[in-house]
């Protein structure tokens, strides 16, 4: 499975950006999907995840109410739709992939495929 983000860019606080991570493989939709972030000198970060058919998600606490996970089982592509955009956001995104039929997990040890990363940069 290979994965492609893209959407990542410059934006003022208080913006917008909307994420895209497309699929290789037929397997797309048995997959659980998940973003990460990290900034320059931290750790990589949960930001949000969703359960293969959608129906289930979660988000990192900084993210609540600001950011929206979805995805598109028929097109194999999961989003990360951005708003009300901090400069605290400013990160690498990486979208990543959990191959195994369980519940949907947050740790980043437990994803089995990873995209290269889309770079946000939100300015005050």
């Known amino acids: 499975v290979q994965l492609q983000a893209s959407g990542g860019g410059l934006v003022q606080a208080g913006g917008s950006l909307r994420l895209s991570c497309a699929a290789s493989?037929?397997?797309?939709?048995?997959?659980?999907m998940a973003w990460f972030r990290q900034a320059p000198g931290k750790e990589r970060d949960f930001v949000a995840g969703?359960?293969?058919?959608?129906?289930?998600?979660r988000y990192g606490d900084s993210v609540k109410g600001r950011f929206t996970i979805s995805r598109d089982n028929a097109k194999n592509t999961v989003y990360l739709q951005m708003n009300s955009l901090k400069p605290d956001d400013t990160a690498v995104y990486y979208c990543?992939?959990?191959?195994?039929?369980?519940?949907?997990?947050?740790?980043?040890?437990?994803?089995?495929?990873w995209g290269k990363g889309t770079l946000v940069t939100v300015s005050s």
């Open positions: 990543a992939a959990d191959a195994s039929v369980r519940a949907l997990v947050i740790n980043k040890l437990a994803m089995d495929y």
């Open positions: 493989g037929r397997t797309f939709s048995t997959y659980n």
């Open positions: 969703i359960q293969w058919s959608g129906g289930y998600t």
